[in-house]
């Protein structure tokens, strides 16, 4: 994959190599001269800023996102070539550059912040058909499952669309024949009536000079070619070999390594560090106390880490140093406790009268609910390359937002935007915890007081302590049933709310809702977790359900079913569900099957876990089936590897996944105490897609918030043991067991 | 210095004592295909081979491996144009997804094919255990070990693993 070094190319002139350039005018002006040179091969036609065309009749997609894995580069590629209908056998994509004139960071930087409106200046010079493809595409984040829905759907497919119209306009003015009786097909566009053939790479000059449609027609399902089929995912093969580069691997000529150790409490300053090298230390060339961290740099990495522990660092007392786990929930439920006598909690959602409606029901159910910290623990242990010099910064690392990066990095070291070059690379793994800067922005800091290049790599144990987290949480659920067992209040107080902001919604019909939150302060770094709030909410809202239905004496999917009958997707994930996993079937001794659906960006997932608990209260997740509506699968086989990864994710965090705090820092340090699923522990996966017809939904992310519901609902199934606290193996089983056996 | 042998090539590289092969073989050698994940010999992807074994490279001593024939990720294919078997069925299960942990994960798979060619699940699952995917391809990981012995006692000679 080859990467943009220089300023990217949007406007509209003419290289100087005699290529045509057809960008997207996100600011009008000369950028010709900006452009000359940039797309380096001679000859090839850009035909808007996401693919340009060989002479050779390649295609090449330029992809805005970051790749963890997830397929994005082969996803996006297919979906542009689709409408474009170019041969797939000559298709290559390059991930976009980050550059403020390809992206603008004021918009990004609103994008961060929440603040979804452009500023005016950008609204009036957006060109016409591209608006909706640059208002997505310009920010270059990759996170919120949003690559497919946002990028593909709006930018992609219209990209593709509107570069195809062009080359037919294009054939129709030089074969001088009517543009209906023309025929596009695998990067060739013929004439059967006067059997004239041609490449796209043979019209694209001439296309380039075509006015862009307005409103490029794009496929109906039924014609897609490439969409709705698995093709062998672009990335894999490198990552086969060994060869695919990751932020870990660059190697910079006359690159040094460093290494950290932030203080242990948030927030804590360094009170002293001899920065002295000692004479026995071997390749030590700085130590650096950073005012929050002390980093060594070395001539390798192992030899910074032996110096590192070898340091006596003193860090000052923070008001934090003596807090607990303990301390921080018992925290939580004052906080509660307060805001509910106050009457202070911040409404999410309300309709008709709970409070009326609970006290006149038959039966009220209430719990309380808790869940832990969760580092998110990618493979890749945070890294970042930087150099700074001549005023300048480089920055190499895998980013899930490298426009942030940029910014990060400017601001730090107060220079222009123009300044700073991020080269990308793959991501070991994003989870939400690469699209944070801080790790850049420490190996900025390092990198400024030496003159060379200096890869920054964090140990597990720095990445385990100094992750930014999902939250730790209490929260209270109440509901009343009439005689039938019919819901008729749901009451829920729950903490904090980031986003999305419907993750707190109860999908069920329930007549008097009253949802409510507030937000005490928290000393732990907050970060986003695979799936946001809905890690959090989907355990709540499917657990709770479950003991509303054990309530009710009803089926748990039959009594989801009966309450979700306004909602004809539900109804089908969830028939369909019944069906493959089985639902009816009797299971052995001691094991149980629970059943959670969710909708979470724009897709909706049920699964069912089938667990045996065994008589040392160990509990087996055997099977997970999975049904899920992302409304259209672009690519089947890699949205059912988003599902698996999903469930392991969301069940290592279910199973075992605790941060707990001690003395006002992490106690765990790496996957000896943090522990995550592996292959032994594993279940088989089987996933079942629906394509409902409905709008792409997210894959990333819609199967980790119902695994855990789905595996506590059926270990209740199989011991009658409700787990009301995550992790589970914090819940001791064993007693369940010989009780029911 | 220190002399190690490393996909049959000789490297000749100044090693701090305790210094841990994985950092040799990264940062000297400049083969960046063995990953660093945990330092600790808990997850894995630091997997290469000393004589034909599979070993944690970050918590091994380079010194202890003098002499020894290394194999990492970058050698195990039988030439520049064919892989080798594991690899190729990892292609055809597309098993990876951010790809970090795969080459811990093939090193271990040929390890363990190289020992025992036709595995059962449990066996698979025995010698799999130490390497963490957090992608959780691990269905995907057990599909292409499977593939990959049928594929091994389908070709009757020449089975290409080392």
């Not at chain 1, 208002?135 to 992609?156: D, E, H, L, P, Y």
């Not at chain 2, 080459?103 to 130490?130: K, T």
């Amino acid at each position: 994959m080859k990467k943009w070094t220089r300023r990217a190319f949007i406007g509209t002139g003419i290289l100087a190599s005699g290529a045509l350039v057809i960008g997207v005018a996100i600011r009008p002006g000369n950028r010709s001269s900006k452009v000359a040179g940039l797309i380096a091969e001679e000859g090839e036609t850009v035909m808007n800023i996401w693919l340009k065309i060989s002479p050779d009749n390649t295609v090449t997609v330029i992809i805005p996102h970051a790749e963890m894995g997830q397929g994005v580069h082969t996803t996006l590629a297919m979906m542009l070539a689709d409408e474009l209908d170019a041969d797939w056998s000559k298709v290559k994509f390059m991930e976009a550059p980050a550059d403020k004139e390809y992206a603008n960071y004021v918009v990004a930087k609103g994008f961060i912040a929440g603040n979804k409106t452009f500023p005016k200046f950008l609204e009036e010079t957006i060109d016409g058909v591209f608006l909706t493809a640059v208002k997505t595409m310009n920010f270059q984040i990759t996170g919120g499952s949003a690559s497919v829905r946002f990028t593909g759907q709006q930018g992609m497919r219209i990209a593709g669309a509107a570069a195809k119209a062009m080359l037919l306009q294009a054939a129709a003015d030089t074969w001088k024949v009517p543009i209906e009786e023309l025929k596009a097909k695998k990067s060739t566009i013929s004439h059967p009536a006067s059997n004239q053939t041609a490449t796209y790479a043979e019209l694209a000059p001439a296309a380039a000079k075509v006015k862009a449609p307005k409103q490029p027609k794009l496929k109906t399902r039924d014609e897609f070619t490439l969409m709705g089929t698995s093709p062998a995912r672009l990335d894999i093969p490198a990552k086969v070999s060994g060869q695919a580069k990751f932020g870990m691997d660059m190697i910079v000529p006359n690159m040094k390594y460093a290494t950290i150790k932030a203080a242990p409490v948030f927030g804590a300053k360094v009170k002293s560090v001899d920065t002295s090298i000692p004479s026995d230390s071997e390749g030590v060339l700085k130590v650096l106390n950073l005012e929050n961290a002390v980093a060594v740099i070395a001539q390798g990495y192992w030899q910074a880490k032996s110096m590192l522990d070898r340091l006596a660092i003193k860090f000052e007392s923070t008001e934090n140093d003596g807090k607990s786990q303990e301390d921080i929930f018992n925290g939580y439920r004052l906080a509660m406790d307060k805001a509910l006598e106050e009457a202070s909690l911040s409404e999410h959602y309300q309709s008709g009268d709970a409070h009326s409606a609970l006290s006149g029901a038959e039966t009220v159910v209430e719990a309380e609910y808790q869940l832990p910290f969760l580092a998110h623990a990618t493979m890749e242990p945070m890294n970042c390359t930087a150099w700074v010099h001549d005023g300048k910064c480089e920055i190499w690392c895998g980013s899930q937002n490298p426009l942030g990066v940029m910014a990060a990095v400017a601001e730090l070291l107060d220079i222009s935007l123009d300044q700073v070059t991020v080269h990308n690379q793959l991501l070991g793994g994003g989870f939400g915890r690469r699209s944070e800067t801080d790790v850049i922005r420490q190996a900025v800091a390092i990198a400024k007081e030496v003159d060379f290049p200096v890869k920054l790599i964090w140990s597990r144990e720095e990445d385990t302590q100094h992750d930014l987290y999902r939250e730790a949480t209490i929260s209270r659920m109440k509901a009343g049933l009439d005689q039938s067992g019919n819901p008729v209040a749901y009451s829920h107080q729950f903490l904090f709310k980031h986003h999305p902001p419907e993750a707190a919604d109860l999908p069920y019909a329930v007549p008097n809702q009253l949802i409510q939150f507030t937000s005490p302060s928290s000393f732990v770094p907050w970060g986003n977790w695979r799936s946001v709030d809905h890690s959090v909410h989907g355990f709540l809202t499917e657990s709770f359900i479950d003991e509303l239905a054990f309530a009710a004496k009803k089926d748990p999917l039959a009594f989801r079913k009966s309450l979700t009958q306004d909602k004809p997707r539900f109804q089908k994930v969830l028939d369909l569900i019944q069906e493959k996993s089985d639902w009816d079937s009797p299971l052995p001794a001691n094991w149980g099957r629970g059943i959670a659906i969710a909708q979470s960006f724009g897709s909706i997932v049920a699964e069912v876990a089938e667990v045996e608990v065994n008589v040392e209260g160990k509990v087996k997740v055997h099977r997970v089936v999975c049904v899920a509506d992302p409304g259209f699968a672009i690519h089947p086989d890699g949205f059912t590897a988003q599902m698996e990864s999903g469930i392991i994710y969301g069940l290592a965090a279910a199973m075992t996944g605790e941060i707990t705090i001690e003395n006002g820092a992490v106690a765990q340090s790496n996957f000896h105490d943090y522990q995550v699923t592996r292959m032994n522990e594993a279940p088989k996966i089987e996933t079942h897609i629906i394509n409902s017809g409905n709008p792409p939904g997210g894959a990333g992310e819609p199967s980790t918030p119902v695994i855990a519901p789905a595996v506590t609902n059926a270990i209740f199934n199989a011991t009658g043991v409700r787990i009301r606290r995550l992790p589970i193996s914090k819940t001791d089983l064993r007693v369940s067991i010989r009780q029911t056996t | 210095m220190i002399n190690l042998t490393i996909n049959g090539k000789e490297y000749s590289v100044e090693a701090p004592a305790g210094m841990p092969l994985l950092w040799v073989i990264r940062e000297q050698c400049e083969l960046t295909g063995t990953k660093f994940g945990c330092g600790i010999a808990q997850c894995g992807a630091c997997t290469v081979h000393v004589d034909g074994k599979p070993i944690r490279s970050c918590i091994t001593p380079a010194t202890s491996v003098e002499g020894k024939k290394i194999t990492t990720i970058e050698g195990i294919a039988p030439d520049e144009n064919t892989l080798h078997i594991v690899q190729q069925a990892w292609i055809e299960e597309q098993t990876p997804q951010c790809g970090y942990c795969q080459s811990g994960q093939i090193m271990s798979a040929v390890a363990l094919l190289n020992e025992n060619p036709a595995p059962s699940d449990e066996e698979i699952e025995q010698a799999m255990s130490g390497n963490i995917c957090r992608c959780g391809m691990y269905g995907r990981i057990k599909s292409a070990i499977k593939r990959a012995s049928a594929a091994l006692q389908a070709s009757t000679s020449n089975p290409q693993l080392r």
